[in-house]
């Protein structure tokens, strides 16, 4: 018993220490904000406490049945995403899955070496080629609607950011397409 109280104390206090040197204080997560833990039941919660964080993240809700709630994060080379999934069909915004995700749009399409080569060498995430070709990245987080400590998720979501910036320089590996000189004539 006294492990888990060792250890309950030491998270807490790793979130504690976690939200300071990410910026956030922690009494204003727990004040301020109504959601103090992230879950995927609560968009507007983790939008707050995504732009407490600093990020410029943009909520968009469900418009049809088809789509998920999600909130975008500008990167350096275009969106990525938090989808909100997992979610009951008789409470539409009852979600218990956050889904961190990114694509890429290449020419051709991306090789079966990369993709194997990516999944190795990114533990935290799955990479895999999508119909057109292009290399797709997720992680899931279960939530529930238990929740996350903000400090956690953030924590979450900048190595999973990381791991985009580092797989954008091998996302393009390859893919230079067909050019024809400027003079060449077309062929039919």
Known sequence: MQKHISSALCLLLGGVSLAASAGLSTPALAQD????????TDAPGLLTILRQAGYDAKLKERAGEDESTS????????DSYILFEDCQESVRDFCETLILTTSWDRTTPISD???????SRFKYVSVWRNE???????WAILTRDIGIAPPLFLNALQRYLSIVSDFDDVAFEGDEPDEQPADAAPTN
């Open 71 to 78: 909130i975008a994060i500008p990167t350096r080379g275009g």
């Open 132 to 138: 057109d070709g292009d290399p797709e990245m997720q």
């Open 33 to 40: 904000n109504p959601a103090f833990g992230v879950k995927a």
């Open 113 to 119: 070496s990369a993709i194997a080569d990516a999944n």
